[in-house]
T-cell receptor, first 113, second 115 residues
Framework: LAKTTQPISMDSYEGQEVNITCSHN???????ITWYQQFPSQGPRFIIQ???TKVTNEVASLFIPADRKSSTLSLPRVSLSDTAVYYC??????????????FGQGTELSVKP | DTEVTQTPKHLVMGMTNKKSLKCEQH?????MYWYKQKAKKPPELMFV???????INESVPSRFSPECPNSSLLNLHLHALQPEDSALYLC??????????????FGSGTQLSVL
């Protein structure tokens, strides 16, 4: 099972770009990388997913280097409402893991005015 | 409809009570999950149902009893819980095809307090 490592916490100010890097050294060839966002007392929600290079959607960008041993979630011009915990996961919930998709510790992002 | 609906949102129960948590999705997903989350910790997997059959039980105590009546519904029956079982209980679903890019869709959770 691919294990992920992220910074426990990060601080930022409104309007700044935030980059959160996740390390996944033993990622398998077919594993996708998926990021989820969780607000207090709510369930995690999908924000972005990628396999290689760069993916961009309306809320974030995901950068994946050629060796795929890490990935970086980029949040442009954060606001107070981006204060949340961000989780990086590797592989699908049932793919090669029999359902045991393990959440790492996540990164608690705090955005200040 | 991309929602996973969980009821109730909050639950307070005594150690001798029996209660049930309910989860519903109408996305046609064939895999459903129960996670437990303590404050400031990541979600921990409890159970996985795949095509209405229990496929994973992460050594969860028998005071938690899951049930999947059909492909849209998932229940978690609670009996004789302990105060340390107080947590946010999250239900999730996914397509169930086993693809590496399969996404999890979570409900808002049930905040459970055991007195």
């Amino acid at each position: 099972l691919a294990k992920t490592t992220q910074p426990i916490s990060m601080d930022s100010y409104e309007g700044q770009e935030v980059n959160i890097t996740c390390s996944h050294n033993n990622i398998a060839t077919n594993d996708y990388i998926t990021w989820y966002q969780q607000f207090p007392s709510q369930g995690p929600r999908f924000i972005i997913q990628g396999y290689k290079t760069k993916v961009t959607n309306e809320v974030a960008s995901l950068f994946i280097p050629a060796d795929r041993k890490s990935s970086t979630l980029s949040l442009p011009r954060v606001s107070l409402s981006d204060t949340a915990v961000y989780y990086c996961l590797v592989g699908g919930p049932l793919y090669n893991q029999g359902g045991k998709l393990i959440f790492g510790q996540g990164t608690e992002l705090s955005v200040k005015p | 409809d991309t929602e996973v609906t969980q009821t109730p949102k909050h639950l307070v129960m005594g150690m001798t009570n029996k209660k049930s948590l309910k989860c519903e999705q109408h996305m046609g997903h064939r895999a459903m999950y129960w996670y437990k989350q303590k404050a400031k910790k990541p979600p921990e997997l409890m159970f996985v149902y795949s095509y209405e059959k229990l496929s994973i039980n992460e050594s969860v105590p028998s005071r938690f009893s899951p049930e999947c009546p059909n492909s849209s519904l998932l229940n978690l029956h609670l009996h004789a819980l302990q105060p340390e079982d107080s947590a946010l209980y999250l239900c999730a679903s996914s397509q169930g095809r086993g693809a590496s890019n399969e996404k999890l869709f979570f409900g808002s959770g049930t905040q459970l307090s055991v007195l």
